[in-house]
């Protein structure tokens, strides 16, 4: 496994992990999280947690299914880097409850949707004669 992809895993194991725990504090304690709680455990648990997985599990796995190599690496360099500095930046607009901040990690974060869909909409095409 690329040692991308294997971040893109153990990062969303971490988040999954922060996720819970903010979920558990929240419930044990309410109000000792500042900001919008809900918002933050569900975007760490999907964008963090899930979307991670799927990353790291899609980089590797579709090439292979497909026959060909991923079409950039270079293009799933930065999603790693976009995707996980949008992520802390969302979370510090909801901790602090300044919208700007949340915009700006959001578009860091769709970023790298955005070139992943690329990437792997590239390297899964159809090529050769049974096209």
């Given at each position: 496994?690329?040692?991308?992809?294997?971040?893109?895993?153990?990062?969303?194991?971490?988040?999954?992990?922060?996720?819970?725990?903010?979920?558990?504090?929240?419930?044990t304690?309410?109000?000792?999280?500042?900001?919008?709680?809900?918002?933050?455990?569900?975007?760490?648990?999907?964008?963090?947690?899930?979307?991670?997985?799927?990353?790291?599990?899609?980089?590797?796995?579709?090439?292979?299914?497909?026959?060909?190599?991923?079409?950039?690496?270079r293009?799933?360099?930065?999603?790693l880097?976009?995707?996980?500095?949008?992520?802390?930046?969302?979370?510090?607009?909801?901790?602090?409850m300044?919208?700007?901040?949340?915009?700006?990690?959001?578009?860091?974060?769709?970023?790298?949707?955005?070139?992943?869909?690329?990437?792997?909409?590239?390297?899964?095409?159809?090529?050769?004669p049974?096209k």
């Amino acid at each position: 496994m690329h040692k991308r992809n294997r971040w893109f895993v153990s990062i969303g194991l971490i988040y999954g992990l922060l996720g819970g725990l903010v979920a558990l504090t929240h419930l044990t304690m309410p109000g000792l999280i500042p900001g919008n709680v809900p918002r933050i455990h569900g975007h760490i648990m999907l964008l963090g947690f899930i979307l991670m997985m799927i990353y790291g599990v899609a980089l590797h796995v579709l090439p292979r299914f497909s026959g060909q190599a991923l079409y950039s690496e270079r293009m799933a360099n930065w999603q790693l880097y976009l995707a996980n500095a949008g992520l802390p930046v969302m979370i510090a607009g909801w901790l602090s409850m300044l919208n700007w901040l949340v915009l700006a990690g959001g578009v860091l974060v769709y970023a790298g949707i955005a070139l992943f869909a690329v990437n792997i909409g590239l390297t899964v095409r159809p090529k050769g004669p049974w096209k």
